[in-house]
């Protein structure tokens, strides 16, 4: 295994001891729909994204996670690649479906086994494994019995979760309920766009309400267990700014906070509802009973924080419930999924998660982008240098944030390998790692041996410039 540059090894110490101390974990994440492939291998039951994927018109050019990257029998490849490229920790899903095929009941053994065998691999090589148990593929079965909207899959989600509690919770130190809860209910209940592919304005609120009931249930019985480790939730997050000083945009701005940030934060953690909401889904918008919003306050052990771009918002009779847009910023660097590259936005989100709820440990959980790396690997090279400075940019706010006493305890890269990327197929690549789908081969990008290069040198790197930074990459890729 190639070492860090020798000039900027030891040569550049982190200007501020609370930086990036030991026990900072660096990642990278991937989720198992998005990786695996064989998706119904050895038993396992059918999800709601491969039934998603497989209907005629609801992916570009009707593609499906069928192969993916193969990670399901490339595994031990995978493992060695992480450790190659220094990883400290790895945050995956489990596939609900690969353990329990009709989502409860009977375990599948070969499904579980997977998992058992993945996470000895990661200690073997010394690197932390980050469990999600959710990451938006429901089995099938369960979809049939009304997925997100029947209350009783509270329930069901924590007789799962146990049974992987149960199997793993020996080694697995870090554990995360669930991925985007408002993705799931947002793409997936009300525009339909992901799993399950459903337009309705009543189940909408409803899937938010029991994802949170679910997570809580998780919780508890993650400690009713007496598991050592911690237990947390992941949501993305996005700061919102009004498109202009009108009234009515910032209005809209508010309602889009509270529809996007405050609606999954605020039960969990100060037990009650965005006021915005029941006035935004009008007659659609449920009653829960006051109990329910009290069991879902559940104490966390840390929150985990997804972030990609901010919202510049706009009113827009036209997008209800939220009645608001977003408005492209024509001038900024974009990435191919068409978000604003705008790293300051992420320590203002961080910044915002301990004024409002507090001093909770925060992991980034996800921060990554799509840009249109070359079209094929060049003498062993993948150069990507606005994904270089991409994560140059935003791993600078993550210093800042720690600098301004934040409790921020690691930063995981999206993603470890270019991936299935949902509804768009595979044509949007994040990954630090290059993937030939047609061969499966794997060719860590510039970006793979940059973030190397700024974990190694204990975040000192990311004061370089990026010329230089891109060097030192290239250096770091020659001696490999």
């Known amino acids: 295994m190639a070492e860090a540059p020798q000039k900027l090894r030891g040569s550049h110490a982190p200007q501020d001891p609370r930086d990036f101390p030991d026990g900072f974990l660096w990642g990278a994440a991937t989720a198992a729909y998005q990786i695996e492939g064989s998706p119904l291998a050895d038993g396992a039951g059918e999800s709601t994204w491969h039934r998603f994927a497989h209907t005629p018109g609801r992916t570009a050019n009707g593609e499906t996670g069928d192969l993916a990257c193969d990670h399901y029998r490339r595994a031990p490849e995978d493992v060695g690649l992480m450790a190659r490229l220094g990883l400290g920790a790895y945050r995956f899903s489990i596939a609900w479906g690969r353990v329990l095929p009709e989502g409860r009941g009977a375990i599948n053994a070969a499904g579980l086994g997977f998992y058992d065998r993945l996470v000895d691999l990661l200690l073997s090589r010394g690197i932390t494994p980050l469990v999600?148990?959710?990451?938006?593929?429901?089995?099938?079965?369960?979809?049939?019995?009304?997925?997100?909207?029947?209350?009783?899959?509270?329930h069901w989600f924590a007789e799962y979760a146990t049974v992987m509690f149960r199997a793993l919770g020996d080694r697995v130190p870090m554990w995360v309920t669930l991925n985007e809860p408002w993705v799931v209910t947002d793409a997936g209940y009300l525009c339909g766009v992901h799993a399950p592919g459903h337009r309705s304005v009543h189940e909408a609120p409803r899937a938010a309400h029991h994802l949170l009931r679910a997570h809580a249930e998780a919780v508890r019985a993650f400690r009713a267990g007496g598991h050592p480790g911690q237990i947390g939730l992941v949501v993305n997050l996005e700061p919102k700014d009004p498109a202009s000083d009108d009234p009515a945009d910032i209005e809209a701005t508010a309602r889009s906070d509270a529809y996007m940030n405050r609606q999954y934060l605020d039960p969990v953690f100060h037990g009650v509802t965005p006021p915005?909401?029941?006035?935004m889904f009008g007659g659609a918008w449920p009653v829960f009973p006051d109990r329910e919003l009290e069991e879902i306050r559940e104490r966390v052990d840390f929150l985990g924080v997804n972030y990609y771009t901010r919202g510049v918002m706009r009113h827009d009779e036209t997008n209800p419930p939220v009645r608001a847009s977003h408005v492209p910023q024509v001038q900024a660097l974009r990435t191919e999924t068409g978000w604003e590259v705008h790293p300051e936005s992420l320590l203002r989100v961080l910044r915002w998660v301990r004024e409002r709820y507090g001093p909770v440990p925060i992991y980034v959980t996800e921060n990554g982008a799509a840009f249109r790396d070359p079209p094929s690997v060049i003498d062993g090279r993948v150069d990507d240098p606005l994904r270089v400075d991409y994560f140059r940019t935003h791993l600078r706010a993550v210093r800042q944030a720690r600098r301004e006493g934040i409790d921020l305890r690691g930063y995981f890269a999206w993603s470890l390998l270019d991936n299935y990327e949902w509804a768009a197929g595979y044509a949007m690549r994040f990954g630090l790692v290059h993937v030939d789908y047609a061969t499966q081969a794997r060719t860590p990008k510039s970006s793979a041996y940059a973030y190397r290069v700024i974990r190694e040198t204990g975040g000192a790197a990311l004061d370089l410039p990026l010329g230089e930074l891109l060097r030192a990459a290239e250096e770091l890729r020659a001696r490999d």
């Open 132 to 154: 999600t148990l959710y990451h938006w593929d429901l089995p099938a079965a369960l979809d049939d019995r009304g997925g997100w909207c029947n209350p009783d899959i509270a």
């Open 276 to 279: 915005e909401l029941p006035d």
